[in-house]
């Protein structure tokens, strides 16, 4: 019988497609999504700020029963259902203290409340459980849980007491925003005319002892003397819980590029966020926004130092393809699209904050060997280390 041989180049060419139609849009969306669910499993996203305990008081007093975030809540940008879909592996909640608060004289007692009501959702759903160390969040994380970080945003929560930031500690919480949008006695705001106003000697004091402790300091609300006289002082990496580049934005809350040439120095963290005011002012703001906010910090501070702070449930506008907690993914895709290696992709969810918190873990240990708590009160001194620039 006569064998029919084909030359081994046209085997060749008729076993391939040929004529393969290119890649459907949803196909590699899809493939996109695969990438990007795959990075969210192996690294823990840490979202620097969600504002959900402010949405639980202001609306029900706290009251979990007539708030069940276990159902949905359309209103909202954040409940267990989105959760579980979101990709987080860790939530920076907010303890937020309005100035309201400030100006009343009861800013501690709104603090503890919003810790409580942190505490009392996080035991409510087993999705969720209270972190405050770096390997407690890659822990959860690996059990396909969320870890829940308490973040004071606003630092006239601690009345001028030292005393009160070390019970705040003790209670959980890990990071502080110095102040708010109102300036205080020992820091100037980003608002409310502060911008000139930097850090004083009770201002140095408030930071050497958070470094002692181990919380953050978060400088997202300061005014750019303070976040210069942070820096000088400071003995561990601050982070930037929720903002952007000033650079591309020019909003007092954004971050300027030579506090971004400084951070590396420091070691600290910008965590870009999603406010749309902070992100684009001369249209309507997309996720395109701000995956331009975090390159623009990656380029300039560089890939070791940004990370991601949403401010979901702290905003009424939302970009446009960052509508809740389930869109993270949306931005992790965008940025894979841009060129982005896996292991970019992987500092910016979840290895760099980790990184930082482990140093600020380091320094405490090294700092609560060399020194005691301090006593020092604010009326014992006066002037600034910054002053009006």
Do not use: K
């Amino acid at each position: 019988m006569r064998r029919h041989l084909i030359p081994a180049a046209l085997s060749i060419f008729l076993f391939l497609p040929a004529c393969a139609p290119p890649m459907a849009d949803g196909q590699a969306a899809e493939s996109l999504r695969e990438r990007a669910e795959r990075l969210h499993s192996e690294v823990p996203l840490v979202d620097g700020h969600n504002d959900l305990p402010h949405q639980l008081l202001n609306r029900v007093e706290g009251d979990l029963d007539r708030l069940d975030i276990a159902e949905p809540q359309p209103e909202l940008h954040t409940d267990i259902d989105r959760l579980r879909r979101s990709g987080l592996g860790a939530q920076f909640w907010a303890a937020y203290v309005a100035n309201e608060y400030y100006h009343e004289g009861t800013s501690a007692q709104r603090a503890m409340r919003m810790i409580d009501v942190i505490h009392r959702f996080t035991e409510r759903y087993d999705l969720l459980e209270m972190v405050y160390t770096a390997d407690d969040i890659e822990r959860v994380h690996g059990e396909g849980r969320i870890g829940s970080l308490i973040g004071i945003e606003g630092g006239h929560a601690i009345e001028n007491e030292l005393a009160a930031l070390r019970l705040y500690y003790d209670l959980g919480a890990r990071s502080m925003g110095l102040t708010h949008n109102v300036s205080l006695p020992w820091v100037g705001a980003a608002v409310d005319e502060g911008e000139g106003i930097g850090l004083s000697p009770f201002g140095q004091e408030v930071v050497r002892e958070m470094n002692r402790l181990g919380m953050l300091v978060d400088l997202s609300h300061v005014s750019s003397a303070s976040m210069r006289d942070v820096l000088r002082v400071a003995e561990a990496p601050v982070i930037f819980s929720h903002s952007s580049a000033r650079a591309l934005t020019p909003h007092d809350r954004n971050v300027p590029d030579d506090i971004l040439r400084q951070l590396p120095e420091n070691g600290g963290l910008v965590m870009v966020t999603f406010v749309p005011a902070f992100v684009q002012q001369n249209g309507r703001a997309t996720l395109a926004d701000v995956a331009d906010h975090i390159e623009h910090v990656r380029d300039v501070a560089g890939i070791d130092h940004v990370g991601i702070g949403s401010d979901f449930d702290g905003i009424t506008e939302v970009p446009v393809g960052l509508e809740d907690v389930t869109t993270f993914y949306n931005l992790t895709m965008e940025l894979l699209e841009r060129g982005w290696s896996d292991e970019e992709i992987r500092q910016l969810l979840g290895l760099n904050f980790l990184r930082v918190l482990r140093e600020a873990e380091a320094v405490a240990e090294r700092l609560q060997a060399e020194r005691q708590p301090s006593v020092v009160r604010l009326e014992e001194v006066q002037g600034t280390v910054g002053g009006r620039r």
